[in-house]
């Protein structure tokens, strides 16, 4: 195996809730690749009203930052999404092409509320796997009806929506419920890859833990998979699920 592949990372700076400078997003970066991270997928998010980023101004923002880094020892590779928050303004914009999938747009990561999984959702996200965009759930084991029982996750997963497990759940990041959530999908065999979801560079210590966890809970060859070879399929458009 050739190194851990992370689809979801705040490093971009100053556009969102992560990295404030470009010095801390390259700390995040020189972290992540101490870690055994090889490629890192920038993610800011896109959401209505909180964080109004754009696909033209993000990707100003990541040619800017990709400048600073050139001549960075230690660096992995690095690559351009969004983490898309899906309500009726990102759907139009995957309409019109304006959303930001992964580098080779055969995937695109999207969010949904922390309260509810919104209505009839899965109709839409089919539309995308039909034209060749596959959706990438984020941190599925943060939302509050999956704290308890994956049932409601079950029609998405049979459109071959890809859930994306935040691999700092695990530590108990964010709470309780999440951690529990998590060590539960993780035994259910519900993810198909592992993220960091790291905002800043105090983060690659938690993400250590949590690998460390994920390794304990199904060992290191399916670890591996879940941080490596999955998410390189995603990037790649050979998922078969």
Not at 6 to 24: K, M, N, Q, S, W
Not at 222 to 239: K, M, Q, S, Y
Request: hydrophobic letters at 40%.
């Amino acid at each position: 195996m050739s190194g851990f592949v992370d689809l979801h990372c705040h490093y971009l700076p100053g556009i969102d809730d992560g990295v404030r400078t470009a010095e801390e997003g390259i700390a995040l970066l020189g972290g992540l690749a101490g870690l055994g991270f090889v490629k890192v997928v920038a993610t800011p998010h896109i959401r209505t009203a909180m964080f109004e980023n754009d696909r033209p101004g993000l990707e100003a923002a990541y040619a800017a930052f990709r400048e600073g880094l050139e001549g960075v020892p230690g660096m992995p590779e690095t690559g351009l999404g969004a983490e898309h928050y899906f309500d009726d303004v990102v759907w139009d914009l995957f309409a019109r092409g304006g959303a930001l999938p992964y580098p080779g747009g055969k995937a695109a990561l999207i969010e949904f509320p922390t309260r509810a999984i919104p209505v009839g959702v899965e109709h839409r996200l089919f539309e995308l796997n039909v034209r060749g965009i596959r959706p990438v759930l984020a941190h599925p084991e943060r939302y509050d009806p999956l704290f308890k029982r994956t049932d409601a996750l079950d029609p998405l997963l049979g459109i071959g929506v890809l859930p994306l497990l935040d691999i700092m759940s695990l530590t108990g990041k964010y709470g309780r419920a999440p951690r529990k959530a998590a060590e539960r999908m993780v035994e259910e065999g519900v993810y198909y890859a592992a993220c960091s979801d790291s905002h800043r560079p105090a983060h690659v210590e938690i993400v250590a833990k949590g690998i460390a966890r994920l390794r304990k809970l199904v060992g290191d060859e399916e670890a591996e998979e879940l941080l490596a070879e999955n998410p390189r399929r995603i990037l790649e458009g050979t998922v078969e699920t």
